[in-house]
């Protein structure tokens, strides 16, 4: 019964930490709290490192990047003596965007190239089309559009495979700006990527 207990108190922060996501957030906030006792608390793995990595997305899109780097490595070392593949490659997403934001392109695309990897291996197409996206962005941000622009069309190809199209429109908004920008320049002089924006 202490177990369940405990696994309806995770599920529910995890939904308020998705609620959360992407807003300017206090990292004191009490669920954050409360989260983190939970992650210290449960015997479950699993679920501890679950904690980890949502709290990893969380810094990252706050540009807490050293925290969100914490917290995806602890996710990570988790996830691999586990085996589990996909929350591996999330982890590797997860800290691909911490290395992009600190414009540490070499290591980021290699990250990011793992979660693709994985992900295309595991056939979870929305994660591979999350990491085809952002790969996509590291390499505009590193001023390689050729790379850029076919990490950005993967990305667009699956998210219409997956019919999710707000996510298929702004990739091809994103396709097109770089096209223009190409054509009125030569090259495309877009402003660095927001990668971990997405």
Same mark, same amino acid.
């Given at each position: 019964?202490?177990?369940? #207990?405990?696994?309806? =108190?995770f599920s529910k922060l995890m939904k308020l930490l998705t609620k959360l996501f992407g807003v300017n957030i206090n990292p004191s906030n009490d669920a954050f709290n409360e989260c983190l006792q939970l992650a210290? #608390? =449960? &015997?479950?793995k699993q679920l501890r490192a679950l904690t980890y990595l949502n709290m990893g997305k969380t810094m990252v899109r706050q540009k807490e990047l050293k925290p969100a780097f914490d917290y995806?490595?602890?996710? *990570?070392k988790i996830f691999k003596r586990m085996n589990d593949m996909l929350n591996v490659a999330e982890a590797y997403h997860i800290i691909g965007l911490v290395h992009a934001e600190r414009s540490e392109y070499p290591e980021a695309t290699k990250l990011l190239e793992n979660s693709i990897r994985i992900n295309d291996e595991m056939d979870y197409k929305e994660g591979l089309a999350e990491a085809f996206l952002d790969c996509g962005k590291v390499h505009q941000a590193a001023s390689d559009f050729l790379q850029a622009k076919e990490r950005f069309e993967q990305a667009r190809d699956v998210y219409d495979e *997956?019919?999710?199209d707000s996510k298929t429109d702004e990739v091809i908004h994103i396709i097109a &700006?770089? #096209?223009s920008n190409a054509g009125n320049n030569g090259v495309d002089n877009s402003a660095k990527a927001e990668v971990a924006s997405s």
């Open positions: 019964m202490a177990y369940t #207990n405990q696994f309806r =108190v210290t #608390n =449960v &015997e479950d995806a490595h602890k996710a *990570l *997956l019919h999710i &700006e770089m #096209n």
